[in-house]
């Protein structure tokens, strides 16, 4: 009975792993062919000023389609991209897309806008990473201020020499950089120190824990002043309440990001979303 079902549990896990592989195969074509076709598309998720409600920046956030209404979440295949290695492409067309939305919104109310795009780990081991950045910028007549990159705590963690020198590259060309998820991993404020950063942004599940527990609380206070103390803005993201829009503004945080203010949308649905708010002025 023993071999029986040590028979059937080696069977599970085959096809386990084949339905990861069939599902890692699917994914992979499907990001294969979206690049092919030019058929992902960039969502913006504004951020909002906590002091005066105005925006001066969003998220870009990518989006696969599969024919279903609904797109593949990035959650989803963007660790696949890393895996594949089809990240590096996908980070470029990001990088362009990103910039030549900025450059069709010049000339409208949207045109100071900074868009601030994701960046993998993988991508800032390409040491000509900042010089495609900034000659991209450069292509469509912007000016590096109107880009930021992100990249989550996990990943700087580790960056040393060569990635660090592309980092200050972008810096030191104006580009905003931003620690992303700060919060889920090992979040010392220690090697913020070596790291040329502007932005710290505060991972969503920290603010709901704070929301139900002390300690979590006095923790996400203690960041956010370490973090004032540094230099540094303080962006808090997946701000879905108003509960939690109110804490946030209480613990002086100084951009928030969510579902409350706004959720991702494509590029079109940004100018009337800006007018709703009343932002956009007669020029
Ligand atoms: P992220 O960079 O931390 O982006 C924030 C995520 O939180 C987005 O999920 C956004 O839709 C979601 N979010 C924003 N506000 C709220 C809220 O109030 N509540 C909740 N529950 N969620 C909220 P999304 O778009 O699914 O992206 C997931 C992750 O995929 C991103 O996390 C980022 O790590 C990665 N990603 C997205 N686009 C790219 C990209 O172009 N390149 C790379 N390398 N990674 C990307
Ligand atoms: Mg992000
Ligand atoms: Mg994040
Ligand atoms: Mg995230």
Redesign the pocket.
């Known amino acids: 009975q023993a071999k029986e079902s040590g028979k059937n549990s080696i069977c599970f896990y085959t096809s386990d792993i084949n339905d990861q592989l069939v599902h890692y195969q699917e994914v992979t074509a499907l990001l294969r062919n979206a690049l092919a076709a030019d058929s992902l598309q960039?969502?913006f998720?504004p951020q909002i000023d906590l002091k005066n409600g105005e925006i001066y920046s969003c998220?870009?956030?990518?989006r696969c389609f599969d024919g279903s209404s609904q797109p593949v979440?990035?959650?989803i295949f963007?660790p696949i991209a890393e895996k594949s290695g089809l990240?590096n492409r996908?980070?470029d067309w990001?990088i362009e897309n990103a910039c030549r939305q900025l450059k069709a919104w010049q000339g409208t109310a949207l045109e100071k806008i900074r868009v601030d795009?994701?960046?993998?780990g993988r991508?800032l081991t390409n040491q000509h990473l900042a010089d495609y950045i900034l000659q991209t910028l450069y292509d469509h007549d912007l000016s590096p201020s109107q880009l930021g990159v992100?990249l989550?705590e996990n990943e700087v963690i580790g960056v040393e020499g060569e990635q660090i020198r592309q980092l200050k590259i972008l810096k030191q060309a104006g580009v905003h950089i931003s620690i992303?998820?700060f919060g889920t991993g090992y979040s010392s404020l220690v090697y913020l120190r070596n790291l040329p950063v502007c932005s710290l942004?505060i991972?969503?599940n920290f603010l709901h824990h704070a929301m139900e527990n002390d300690s979590d609380m006095a923790i996400l206070q203690a960041i956010i002043t370490v973090g004032h103390c540094l230099g540094l803005t303080v962006v808090v993201?997946?701000?879905?309440t108003a509960d939690q829009d109110s804490l946030v503004k209480d613990l002086n945080c100084d951009l928030a990001?969510?579902?409350?203010h706004a959720?991702?949308m494509p590029a079109n649905e940004m100018p009337l979303f800006l007018a709703d708010r009343g932002q956009i002025k007669e020029r």
């Open positions: 960039l969502y998720q998220e870009a956030l990518l979440s990035p959650s963007i990240i996908i980070g990001v795009v994701n960046l993998s991508q992100e989550t992303d998820d942004k991972d969503r993201e997946g701000v879905e990001q969510g579902f409350l959720r991702p």
